[in-house]
Protein backbone atom coordinates (compact mmCIF):
# COMPACT_ATOMS: atom_id res chain seq x y z
CA UNK A 1 0.00 0.00 0.00
CA UNK A 2 0.99 2.98 -0.86
CA UNK A 3 1.82 5.56 2.11
CA UNK A 4 -0.10 8.87 1.98
CA UNK A 5 0.94 12.06 3.69
CA UNK A 6 -2.50 14.03 3.07
CA UNK A 7 -2.43 14.62 -0.44
CA UNK A 8 0.84 13.61 -1.32
CA UNK A 9 2.23 9.60 -1.70
CA UNK A 10 5.84 8.75 -0.89
CA UNK A 11 8.12 5.89 -1.71
CA UNK A 12 7.60 3.03 -0.07
CA UNK A 13 11.84 1.63 -0.26
CA UNK A 14 13.10 5.10 0.44
CA UNK A 15 10.53 7.45 1.51
CA UNK A 16 11.30 10.18 -0.82
CA UNK A 17 7.93 12.34 -2.06
CA UNK A 18 6.45 11.70 -5.07
CA UNK A 19 4.83 14.37 -7.30
CA UNK A 20 1.16 14.73 -6.95
CA UNK A 21 0.16 12.77 -10.00
CA UNK A 22 2.73 10.17 -9.27
CA UNK A 23 0.60 7.41 -7.11
CA UNK A 24 3.18 4.59 -7.88
CA UNK A 25 4.92 2.52 -4.68
CA UNK A 26 8.44 3.48 -5.77
CA UNK A 27 9.99 6.09 -6.99
CA UNK A 28 12.30 6.32 -9.96
CA UNK A 29 15.38 5.47 -8.92
CA UNK A 30 14.02 3.00 -6.47
CA UNK A 31 12.56 1.51 -9.15
CA UNK A 32 14.91 1.32 -11.87
CA UNK A 33 17.95 0.85 -8.60
CA UNK A 34 20.77 2.06 -10.67
CA UNK A 35 22.55 3.68 -7.87
CA UNK A 36 26.49 2.86 -7.97
CA UNK A 37 28.78 4.66 -5.75
CA UNK A 38 32.42 4.18 -7.14
CA UNK A 39 34.14 4.74 -3.92
CA UNK A 40 32.99 1.68 -2.04
CA UNK A 41 35.02 -0.15 -4.94
CA UNK A 42 37.90 -2.30 -3.64
CA UNK A 43 40.42 -1.80 -6.30
CA UNK A 44 42.71 -4.51 -5.08
CA UNK A 45 39.98 -6.74 -4.73
CA UNK A 46 38.88 -5.78 -8.11
CA UNK A 47 42.42 -6.49 -9.34
CA UNK A 48 42.68 -10.36 -7.96
CA UNK A 49 39.39 -11.08 -9.82
CA UNK A 50 40.75 -9.87 -13.09
CA UNK A 51 43.62 -12.40 -12.61
CA UNK A 52 41.20 -14.89 -11.30
CA UNK A 53 39.14 -14.77 -14.39
CA UNK A 54 41.99 -14.76 -16.48
CA UNK A 55 43.12 -18.30 -14.81
CA UNK A 56 40.15 -19.62 -15.13
CA UNK A 57 39.66 -19.11 -18.57
CA UNK A 58 42.43 -21.34 -19.01
CA UNK A 59 41.40 -23.77 -17.13
CA UNK A 60 37.45 -24.01 -18.34
CA UNK A 61 38.68 -24.29 -22.11
CA UNK A 62 41.36 -26.40 -21.07
CA UNK A 63 38.77 -29.10 -19.13
CA UNK A 64 36.73 -28.96 -22.32
CA UNK A 65 39.50 -30.83 -23.87
CA UNK A 66 40.02 -33.31 -20.86
CA UNK A 67 36.18 -33.88 -20.36
CA UNK A 68 34.78 -34.07 -24.41
CA UNK A 69 36.37 -36.41 -26.67
CA UNK A 70 34.65 -34.52 -29.36
CA UNK A 71 36.75 -31.17 -29.15
CA UNK A 72 38.79 -30.88 -31.51
CA UNK A 73 40.08 -27.30 -31.42
CA UNK A 74 40.28 -24.26 -29.79
CA UNK A 75 38.36 -22.19 -32.36
CA UNK A 76 35.68 -24.61 -32.16
CA UNK A 77 35.77 -24.69 -28.62
CA UNK A 78 35.20 -21.22 -27.67
CA UNK A 79 32.58 -20.50 -31.08
CA UNK A 80 30.73 -24.13 -30.70
CA UNK A 81 30.17 -25.24 -27.37
CA UNK A 82 27.52 -22.98 -25.05
CA UNK A 83 28.93 -24.80 -22.11
CA UNK A 84 31.77 -22.99 -22.61
CA UNK A 85 30.41 -19.55 -23.61
CA UNK A 86 27.95 -19.66 -20.86
CA UNK A 87 31.25 -19.82 -18.16
CA UNK A 88 33.03 -17.45 -19.87
CA UNK A 89 30.50 -14.95 -20.04
CA UNK A 90 29.62 -15.62 -16.11
CA UNK A 91 33.20 -15.31 -14.98
CA UNK A 92 32.43 -11.37 -16.52
CA UNK A 93 28.57 -11.32 -15.15
CA UNK A 94 29.84 -12.61 -12.02
CA UNK A 95 32.91 -10.04 -11.56
CA UNK A 96 30.23 -7.26 -11.87
CA UNK A 97 27.88 -8.59 -9.22
CA UNK A 98 30.97 -8.97 -6.75
CA UNK A 99 31.65 -5.12 -8.13
CA UNK A 100 28.14 -4.50 -6.94
CA UNK A 101 27.16 -2.91 -10.50
CA UNK A 102 23.39 -3.26 -10.49
CA UNK A 103 21.54 -4.42 -13.99
CA UNK A 104 24.38 -5.36 -15.86
CA UNK A 105 25.26 -8.47 -14.19
CA UNK A 106 21.53 -9.64 -15.31
CA UNK A 107 21.79 -8.39 -17.63
CA UNK A 108 24.82 -10.06 -19.22
CA UNK A 109 23.44 -13.38 -17.46
CA UNK A 110 20.72 -12.71 -19.87
CA UNK A 111 22.28 -12.51 -23.12
CA UNK A 112 24.08 -15.60 -22.30
CA UNK A 113 21.06 -17.77 -21.35
CA UNK A 114 19.40 -16.01 -24.73
CA UNK A 115 22.46 -17.33 -26.94
CA UNK A 116 23.27 -20.81 -24.89
CA UNK A 117 20.05 -22.09 -22.88
CA UNK A 118 22.00 -22.20 -19.96
CA UNK A 119 20.89 -20.27 -16.59
CA UNK A 120 23.68 -18.98 -14.45
CA UNK A 121 22.97 -16.24 -11.81
CA UNK A 122 25.52 -13.91 -11.93
CA UNK A 123 25.92 -14.05 -7.86
CA UNK A 124 26.53 -17.71 -8.35
CA UNK A 125 30.43 -19.19 -7.39
CA UNK A 126 32.09 -21.61 -9.34
CA UNK A 127 35.96 -23.05 -8.98
CA UNK A 128 38.27 -23.87 -12.12
CA UNK A 129 38.17 -26.92 -14.58
CA UNK A 130 34.60 -26.00 -14.50
CA UNK A 131 32.39 -27.98 -17.78
CA UNK A 132 28.83 -27.95 -19.08
CA UNK A 133 28.40 -30.69 -21.44
CA UNK A 134 25.97 -29.81 -24.13
CA UNK A 135 24.70 -27.21 -21.68
CA UNK A 136 20.33 -26.47 -22.83
CA UNK A 137 18.57 -26.29 -19.65
CA UNK A 138 20.63 -25.82 -17.32
CA UNK A 139 19.90 -23.91 -14.23
CA UNK A 140 22.55 -22.74 -11.56
CA UNK A 141 20.93 -20.42 -8.86
CA UNK A 142 22.14 -17.09 -7.06
CA UNK A 143 24.23 -18.40 -3.89
CA UNK A 144 25.07 -21.91 -5.62
CA UNK A 145 28.57 -22.63 -4.93
CA UNK A 146 30.44 -25.02 -7.25
CA UNK A 147 34.40 -26.48 -6.88
CA UNK A 148 36.92 -27.34 -9.09
CA UNK A 149 36.70 -29.73 -11.88
CA UNK A 150 33.20 -30.58 -11.98
CA UNK A 151 30.80 -30.98 -14.77
CA UNK A 152 27.14 -31.08 -15.30
CA UNK A 153 25.45 -32.35 -17.97
CA UNK A 154 22.17 -30.68 -19.72
CA UNK A 155 19.12 -29.69 -17.75
CA UNK A 156 20.86 -29.87 -14.63
CA UNK A 157 19.13 -27.77 -11.91
CA UNK A 158 21.08 -26.35 -8.62
CA UNK A 159 17.68 -24.89 -7.35
CA UNK A 160 16.50 -23.19 -4.21
CA UNK A 161 13.65 -23.85 -2.33
CA UNK A 162 12.90 -20.77 0.09
CA UNK A 163 11.93 -17.44 -1.09
CA UNK A 164 14.03 -15.30 1.54
CA UNK A 165 17.50 -14.03 0.59
CA UNK A 166 19.35 -16.47 2.55
CA UNK A 167 21.42 -19.26 1.89
CA UNK A 168 19.28 -21.15 -0.63
CA UNK A 169 21.29 -23.10 -3.28
CA UNK A 170 23.56 -25.95 -3.39
CA UNK A 171 27.14 -26.29 -2.92
CA UNK A 172 29.09 -28.79 -4.42
CA UNK A 173 32.12 -30.04 -3.72
CA UNK A 174 35.64 -31.09 -6.14
CA UNK A 175 35.38 -33.46 -8.75
CA UNK A 176 31.59 -33.51 -8.66
CA UNK A 177 29.82 -35.09 -11.64
CA UNK A 178 26.05 -34.70 -12.27
CA UNK A 179 24.39 -36.40 -14.78
CA UNK A 180 22.02 -35.51 -17.26
CA UNK A 181 18.39 -34.14 -16.05
CA UNK A 182 19.69 -34.16 -12.32
CA UNK A 183 17.71 -31.81 -9.87
CA UNK A 184 19.54 -30.40 -6.39
CA UNK A 185 17.19 -28.93 -4.33
CA UNK A 186 18.05 -26.34 -1.35
CA UNK A 187 20.96 -25.73 0.37
CA UNK A 188 22.56 -29.13 0.42
CA UNK A 189 26.33 -29.62 0.50
CA UNK A 190 27.19 -32.14 -1.74
CA UNK A 191 30.95 -33.95 -0.89
CA UNK A 192 34.09 -34.16 -2.87
CA UNK A 193 34.12 -36.82 -5.42
CA UNK A 194 30.54 -37.55 -5.67
CA UNK A 195 28.97 -38.68 -9.04
CA UNK A 196 25.03 -38.12 -9.16
CA UNK A 197 22.92 -40.07 -11.50
CA UNK A 198 21.07 -38.61 -14.91
CA UNK A 199 17.38 -37.64 -13.64
CA UNK A 200 17.98 -38.23 -10.27
CA UNK A 201 16.51 -35.66 -7.15
CA UNK A 202 18.94 -34.86 -4.48
CA UNK A 203 17.44 -33.03 -1.70
CA UNK A 204 19.61 -33.79 1.68
CA UNK A 205 23.81 -33.78 2.40
CA UNK A 206 25.55 -35.93 0.37
CA UNK A 207 28.91 -37.04 1.70
CA UNK A 208 32.23 -37.74 0.04
CA UNK A 209 33.04 -40.47 -2.15
CA UNK A 210 29.67 -41.20 -2.95
CA UNK A 211 27.54 -42.67 -6.20
CA UNK A 212 23.74 -41.07 -5.72
CA UNK A 213 20.93 -41.96 -8.13
CA UNK A 214 16.98 -42.27 -8.44
CA UNK A 215 13.76 -39.96 -7.05
CA UNK A 216 14.69 -39.56 -4.36
CA UNK A 217 18.45 -39.57 -4.34
CA UNK A 218 19.77 -42.93 -2.75
CA UNK A 219 23.66 -43.25 -1.55
CA UNK A 220 24.25 -46.69 -3.33
CA UNK A 221 28.12 -46.70 -3.29
CA UNK A 222 31.10 -45.14 -0.78
CA UNK A 223 33.93 -46.62 -2.37
CA UNK A 224 36.12 -44.26 -1.87
CA UNK A 225 36.81 -43.71 -5.48
CA UNK A 226 38.00 -40.53 -7.06
CA UNK A 227 36.01 -39.85 -9.97
CA UNK A 228 38.18 -39.52 -13.29
CA UNK A 229 38.50 -36.48 -14.80
CA UNK A 230 37.25 -37.77 -18.02
CA UNK A 231 34.31 -39.03 -17.21
CA UNK A 232 31.15 -39.69 -19.54
CA UNK A 233 29.75 -43.12 -17.38
CA UNK A 234 27.18 -40.76 -15.87
CA UNK A 235 24.80 -42.95 -17.28
CA UNK A 236 26.28 -46.14 -16.11
CA UNK A 237 24.69 -46.30 -12.53
CA UNK A 238 23.09 -49.07 -10.51
CA UNK A 239 19.50 -48.44 -10.01
CA UNK A 240 18.93 -49.49 -6.72
CA UNK A 241 14.83 -49.77 -7.27
CA UNK A 242 15.70 -52.92 -10.04
CA UNK A 243 18.14 -54.63 -8.01
CA UNK A 244 15.34 -55.10 -5.24
CA UNK A 245 13.39 -56.07 -7.66
CA UNK A 246 16.17 -58.76 -9.03
CA UNK A 247 17.16 -60.00 -5.55
CA UNK A 248 12.92 -60.41 -5.06
CA UNK A 249 12.87 -62.15 -8.28
CA UNK A 250 15.77 -64.58 -7.40
CA UNK A 251 14.14 -65.50 -4.02
CA UNK A 252 10.92 -66.43 -5.78
CA UNK A 253 13.18 -68.95 -8.22
CA UNK A 254 14.78 -70.24 -5.83
CA UNK A 255 11.69 -70.76 -3.29
CA UNK A 256 9.87 -72.41 -6.45
CA UNK A 257 13.36 -74.63 -6.40
CA UNK A 258 12.58 -75.29 -3.43
CA UNK A 259 8.78 -76.51 -3.40
CA UNK A 260 9.70 -78.61 -6.35
CA UNK A 261 12.33 -80.59 -4.58
CA UNK A 262 10.25 -81.18 -1.73
CA UNK A 263 7.52 -82.32 -4.03
CA UNK A 264 9.31 -84.76 -5.29
CA UNK A 265 10.60 -86.23 -2.18
CA UNK A 266 7.47 -86.42 -0.55
CA UNK A 267 5.45 -87.30 -3.79
CA UNK A 268 2.09 -86.21 -5.56
CA UNK A 269 -0.54 -88.07 -3.31
CA UNK A 270 0.93 -86.10 -0.30
CA UNK A 271 0.12 -83.17 -1.54
CA UNK A 272 -2.99 -84.17 -3.44
CA UNK A 273 -4.43 -85.59 -0.52
CA UNK A 274 -4.07 -82.68 1.69
CA UNK A 275 -0.56 -83.77 3.61
CA UNK A 276 -1.63 -87.36 3.93
CA UNK A 277 -4.29 -86.16 6.50
Do not use: W
Amino acid sequence: MIKKDGLNFHCLSCGDLLGEKDQEALCTKCLLNLEFDVGQIDFDHMKDHILQILDHFSSDVRSAFEKDPAARSIVEVLTSYPGIKAILLHRVAHFFYEVGLPFVPRFLSDVSRQITGIDIHPGAEIGSNFFIDHGSGTVIGETAEVGDNCTLYQNVTLGGTSLKREKRHPTLGNNVVIGAGAKLLGPIKIGNNVKVGANSVVTKDIPDNAVVVGVPGRIISREGKKIPRIDLDHADLPDPIVNLIKRLEERIINLEHKTTEDEEELGEEFFDYGGGI
